[in-house]
């Protein structure tokens, strides 16, 4: 099974930019991730699928600012603008199909600050 | 608008059952799959599995088979959770997806409120 790797934490101050990680484990360099926010005490929300081109779908509502890039194994999710509403936990997950069977695994998230 | 709607808090005793409850609305309920994931208090998103609408059929992850059963209740679009012989470990924020698909593509949206199961004697 493919291991999402995130930084539990990142900061950054209103109105800077923050780029987010979720390293894939090596042999699964290739997969396309999902990208999820969830600000405290809420669910988890959709924010974009990102390939290993960097080429990147948003869900409906998700800001232009919200952009995403790969290299390699590295996934990125990058925040310009940083606003009081983006303090949340970012989760990257990645959907698989192994023997027939259709599986997720999520990363460990990080925590993002806006200081 | 698409929604889904989870049944509220629960404390339970060790060794108790619970079940879950999911009602969705505002799409066609069998026509996407529903996932469940669970969020410890302070970690990350676990995967727990899914439900096929159409068939009934569930898939377990690693992890969740035995006392975690997936069903379906299709004609009020309600999908459940139960868990059996509650832990103190089971104690966590389980939330139901819908796993939406257009084309080749899918992602978990949207979410349920999510629905805090509490396991404490």
């Known amino acids: 099974l493919p291991v999402l790797t995130q930084p539990p934490s990142a900061s950054a101050l209103p109105g800077a930019s923050i780029k987010l990680t979720c390293t894939l484990s090596r042999e699964h360099s290739t997969y396309t991730i999902e990208w999820y926010q969830q600000r405290p005490g809420r669910s988890p929300q959709y924010i974009m699928k990102l390939k290993s081109d960097g080429s990147h779908s948003k869900g409906d509502g998700i800001p232009d600012r919200f952009m995403g890039s790969s290299s390699g194994a590295d996934r990125y999710l990058t925040l310009s603008n940083l606003q009081p509403d983006d303090e949340a936990e970012y989760h990257c997950?990645?959907?698989?199909?192994?023997?027939?069977?259709?599986?997720?695994?999520f990363g460990s998230g990080t925590k993002v600050t806006v200081l | 608008q698409v929604q889904l709607v989870q049944s509220g808090s629960e404390l339970k005793k060790p060794g108790a059952s619970v079940k879950v409850s999911c009602k969705a609305s505002g799409y066609s309920f069998t026509s996407y799959a529903m996932n469940w994931v669970r969020q410890a208090p302070g970690q990350g998103l676990e995967w727990m599995g899914w439900i096929n609408t159409n068939t009934g059929n569930p898939m377990y992850a690693q992890g969740f088979t035995g006392r975690f059963v997936f069903s379906l209740d299709i004609s009020a679009s309600t999908a459940y959770l139960e868990i059996s012989s509650l832990e103190a470990e089971d104690s966590a924020v389980y939330y139901c997806t819908r796993k939406y698909c257009a084309g080749d593509s899918c992602e978990l949206d949207p979410w349920g409120q999510g629905t805090l199961v509490t396991v404490s004697s």
């Open positions: 997950a990645e959907s698989h199909t192994i023997d027939g069977q259709v599986g997720y695994v």
